[in-house]
Nanobody, 126 residues
Framework: QVQLVESGGGLVQAGGSLRLSCAAS????????MGWFRQAPGKEREFVAG???????YYSDSVKGRFAISGDNAKNTVYLQMNSLKPEDTAVYYC????????????????????WGQGTQVTVSS
């Protein structure tokens, strides 16, 4: 059974940093891309960052230069380092795994990801 467990969310002031972790089990994750998405109240879930199976990072324009995604295959864990946080980054953050192994690059479409964590709340105060 595939499980994804996020941690590291919390309340932080604008300009601060947080590091999210996603511990995965039940699949050989080195073959799959991993993604981070977020959903703010009243808004659709949006792509934030992704890590291809080969280790290449991808970012949405809204977080590029501020967030960094990384992975540790030995620990089956993906991280999202979030710096220079803004109030508009406030959302529930979810990690997910691509449904297609060995995909070239990254897909930003949530329906292409088949397993999801429970989410972790990130709140940035102004």
């Amino acid at each position: 059974q595939v499980q994804l467990v996020e941690s590291g969310g919390g309340l932080v002031q604008a300009g601060g940093s947080l590091r999210l972790s996603c511990a995965a089990s039940g699949r050989t994750f080195s073959k799959y891309a991993m993604g981070w998405f977020r959903q703010a109240p009243g808004k659709e879930r949006e792509f934030v960052a992704g890590l291809s199976w080969s280790g290449s990072p991808y970012y949405s324009d809204s977080v590029k230069g501020r967030f960094a995604i990384s992975g540790d295959n030995a620990k089956n864990t993906v991280y999202l380092q979030m710096n220079s946080l803004k109030p508009e980054d406030t959302a529930v953050y979810y990690c997910s795994t691509d449904r297609m192994p060995w995909r070239v690059g990254i897909t930003t479409h949530s329906w292409e990801y088949d397993y999801w964590g429970q989410g972790t709340q990130v709140t940035v105060s102004s």
